[in-house]
């Protein structure tokens, strides 16, 4: 078995062997393209993820502590969150790193 090129008509029947080419780095890039975005995803959601460990080890935290509810905890994450203009998800980092707390990997 031989390969005899991208598919459709070979330059033997007309076409231009350079607008072949073209048409294969295009299909080429189209594909690093698709990559490329399926990476950027890729770690998006593993961010995601992890933010959302950490949100629910703070909330364990405050709920031990103060001894709230789940909801009530999420609220002073969210609370503190805005009054230092910082990310819940930094925030709940805190909790967990003061305690010492390590993602079990």
Sequence with gaps: MSYDGPP???PREGRDPA?????A?????????????????????????EGRALIERAK????ARRGCDEATAFEIL???????????????????????FQPLM
């Design 8 to 10: 459709g008509p070979s």
């Design 19 to 23: 607008a072949t080419l073209m048409d």
């Design 25 to 49: 780095m295009r299909a080429a890039l189209a594909l690093i393209d698709d990559v490329e975005a399926l990476r950027v995803e890729n770690r998006q959601l593993r961010e995601a993820l």
């Design 60 to 63: 364990g935290i405050l709920m």
């Design 78 to 100: 969210v609370s503190l969150s805005r009054k230092q203009r910082r990310k819940v998800r930094a925030v709940a980092a805190d909790f967990t790193d003061d305690l010492g």
